[in-house]
């Protein structure tokens, strides 16, 4: 990974940026250190001058379990039509109510962001559809109005060749990051935490779609320059004086399972006559004026915007569904509404609150993907697990607490043990399933180390049970090029994003942090090379609820119960 003009290759540029940016003890990242409350940028980006397309609100939410988002082939897909697709933007991204304390009002949403910042914007590229436009067209998506704004107007024929190799009803989704609206209030950490609010968007489209029987497979290889071209963000007269939007990634939503969706493509030709196409719209400000920029984000986004090498895995030697699983889940408290729209992030946790083992394992459970990859949402990408669990398990019944480790891919169980502690037990549990790769490390309490290197923050320690994300880096880099960077993140936001719907369908609740001392982390598993990094820390116990804070339905003619 060296380069030998004295200019820093894309891995060399990625290594730097991930090592300037952390956090320690006596120095944290470099940010502005206050608010700067006249800068703050809007949450909400429109297109002056694209034609919004409200989509009509489900008046009444599915009656579908939680638990059969789980279960393959649980019923026949919903038809492609506005009222599919609003079901699918209001489970994915849309708002979920809106808090009110004293003057202040604000958003919450499916989807979640670090500080409740939103960096993240989705879109869709659509067949021809009577409710929403006679041609195919590009749409961003306006969650605030729950509507979608025409982008561009595509020929028939571009669609026809764009879309030529998917099966009949499929659609595009994709999502891009203003990395602003990060860096205002966290500086140069921002880019991280614009990719981890990626790979929780990727994951509530991924849970909206299994809610209406689709299924979605993530574009692996495409680079940022494409998706760029596609979604309009290269476009400088759309954006002139507004802030820039960065690529993320582009999905496949389908009716059905395909069975060629390992090799997801798009031919240059389709791709240049959507770039032709007629365009609508111009971005609006965000912020009058920044204060100060970030340029080291500028640079990362720029390193990890290449394409990957193939990231495409043979996934035999992981557990089956049924050595994860003592039996299958077939019950449940909520309902799949219930457990998305309700989804909340703790502010505070009760110390208190203790959950079962069975509880514990079955959230460890769904964080695996299965050897027939069907297992939702790791069937959305087809690499093998690169983020593995360092767990503080404080009130567990059943077990003692201590440091654990879930390692999501059983052949890194090697790796990881040569990498940490030489003292650590590596013991297994007699009560956990027998495909469940979870280990007991060190026994003790580890409340208040939880709590230290998570930047100080109580609520680490207060759950029943915390975790660091710990990344397989520099071998993924090698392996897959600087643009796996991101991947990375996405991951984290995938494991993340599933612990939050498994502790609202547990009756708990869990909260991302993306604040932790990154090195004394490592320190506590013993890890001293830079080959294993933490990536994300998250935290999973009884919430102590805020009663000073009013809540209101996220749209005026909404009720403000969920279907339980």
Known sequence: MSSTDGELTAEEAVVAYHERTKHHYHRYAASLGYMDWASQPDPFRRYQGAALVRLPLPTKGQELPYWRLYVTHSGSPAPLSSDSLSLFFRYALSLTAWKRFEGAKWSLRANPSSGNLHPTEGYALLPALGAIHDYPGVYHYAPKEHGLERRAELAPSAWTALMAAFPRDSFLVALSSIHWREAWKYGERAFRYCQHDVGHALGTMRFAAAALGWKLRLFDRLGGTSLSWLLGLDRDADFDG??????????????????DHLSLHLPERAVSDVVASRWFGSANA???DHGVDWPIIDQVALATSRKTTSTVQDFSGVPSENELFAAPVRSGSFTAERVILGRRSAMSMDASTAISADTFFRMMARLLPTRDRRTIPWDAIPWRPRIHLGLFVHRVNELVPGLYVLVRDPGKIKALRQ?????????????????????LLKEGNCRTLAARVSCGQDIAGDGAFSLAMLADYTQSLIAYGAGFYRRLFWEAGLVGQVLYLEAEEAGIRSTGIGCYFDDPVHEVFGISSRDWQSFYHFTVGGPIEDGRLSTLPAYSNQSNELAV
Do not use: I, K, N
Request: aromatic share 10%.
């Open 242 to 259: 507004a802030e820039r939007e960065h690529p993320e990634l582009l999905a496949l939503v389908m009716p059905h399972e395909w069975t």
């Open 286 to 288: 965000l912020s009058g």
């Open 419 to 439: 990498a940490m502690r030489r003292d650590f037990l590596w013991g297994g549990l007699a009560s956990c399933p027998r495909g469940l790769p979870l280990y």
